[in-house]
């Protein structure tokens, strides 16, 4: 079955980096659009961030442009999200999920559990 594993999450100063990764397993990883998303504490859920299933092309909410980057590693099988100059409204849990299509669509049908990032001094 579809398994999606997030990690790298934790407490982090206004300012610093933070890398997630997402280990994917039981499909064929390097077909699929994958996408990033997050809630932040009593709010809904935002879409972050999207990338192709060949790597190639990336989209960002506008939120983060300029500040995070996806990329995958379709030999690893694992989807990455690179966080810089974090801000206190990034925190919050954030999900890989897949994406039923190559080249992206709106509906998602995998979601990871989540790691939860928080961004305080």
């Known amino acids: 079955q579809v398994q999606l594993v997030e990690s790298g999450g934790g407490l982090v100063q206004p300012g610093g980096s933070l890398r997630l990764s997402c280990a994917a397993s039981g499909f064929a990883f390097s077909s699929y659009f994958m996408h990033w998303v997050r809630q932040a504490p009593g709010k809904g859920l935002e879409w972050v961030s999207g990338i192709n299933a060949g790597g190639g092309n990336t989209y960002y909410a506008d939120s983060v442009k300029g500040r995070f980057t996806v990329s995958r590693d379709n030999a690893k099988n694992t989807l990455y999200l690179q966080m810089n100059s974090l801000k206190s409204d990034d925190t919050a849990v954030y999900y890989c999920?897949?994406?039923?299509?190559?080249?992206?669509?709106?509906?998602?049908?995998?979601w990871g559990q989540g790691t939860l990032v928080t961004v305080s001094s």
């Open positions: 999920a897949k994406d039923p299509s190559a080249a992206g669509t709106n509906a998602l049908d995998a």
